[in-house]
């Protein structure tokens, strides 16, 4: 049956659940090739075998086809990756334990990730440039309320896995941190998060590894279906002294029940391809429950790959 969240499928009186989807993204950028690509297809399971135990995964294929001007139907490899799994414990009403893969608890951005979830096709590149997305290990995480505030706060690590960014990857030790606090205010509810961590970097160029940090702050603020966001992320390679950053601005504005516009602003510092400035404004609409389209047009400073102009789409569906 239906899940009455609206997402997904449960199979009753089995604490099973399962959910997917599919998204096709299309792009024009003003410096290549236009494409079409099926983007990714994701597959998520949870068991809940009891109260205080859940099961957790989410399978992805990526890079299986792809449309470019002037080339036709490229086929790719058809990577099938797991983007996450593990298990949570909930050992108190306070506190739960997670063991696995899971997305970095770093910022707003990296722990949602998922394509209907997000409001733009792509995601702001500070987050994708700055830390690693995911992680291998353990995590504590401890919620609780308080007079009307919310308190939020998770550790992770040690943890290793293969983490794989633009330029680097990392294959070692990660350790790290977040804290948030939350309080309605007036109409609005508004949170703030700090967020540290430490890893081990491993050049693509040279292979040598070197301890890196990133620290970061997010802001969050929902007023009258508007939903704001802020992040800053600074990130410190100890042994080159070399230093990246940058932060993102964004609001989704409601223009119907099921129609939203995105504005956004961000500002990323790399010292391989230099700094530069990026603008996003896009529309978000929802005409069905298992439907999303997404149409974005991107403009700014081209830094490589990275800060790419021009209008890209997308469409998802989703069960």
Known sequence: MRDPGGDGFVVPHTGLWFGGDITVTGAVPESGPASLELEDVDFLLRYEPTARVAFFTDVRLENSLQLLEGMGVVAGPGDIL?????????LTPHFTLRAGKFFTPFGLWNVIHRAPLTWTVDAPDVVEETFPIRTTGLSLVYQTTWHGWSFDATAYG??????????????????GGRTAVGRALGPAYATLGLNAAG????????????????????AEVTLRGNQLMAEFVYTHLEKTGRRELGFYVQDAIPITRTLYGVLRVEHLELPDVGSGNGGLIGLFWRPRPWLILKADYQFGDRLGDILEPGPIGSFTLFF
């Open 199 to 218: 890893y081990e970097d491993q050049s693509e160029e040279t292979g040598l590894k070197q301890w890196a940090e990133s620290f970061g702050g997010d």
């Open 158 to 175: 040690p943890a290793q896995d293969k983490l794989a960014l633009r330029r680097t990857t990392e294959d070692g030790l990660m350790g």
């Open 82 to 90: 797991i983007e996450r799994l593990y298990l949570d414990l909930l």
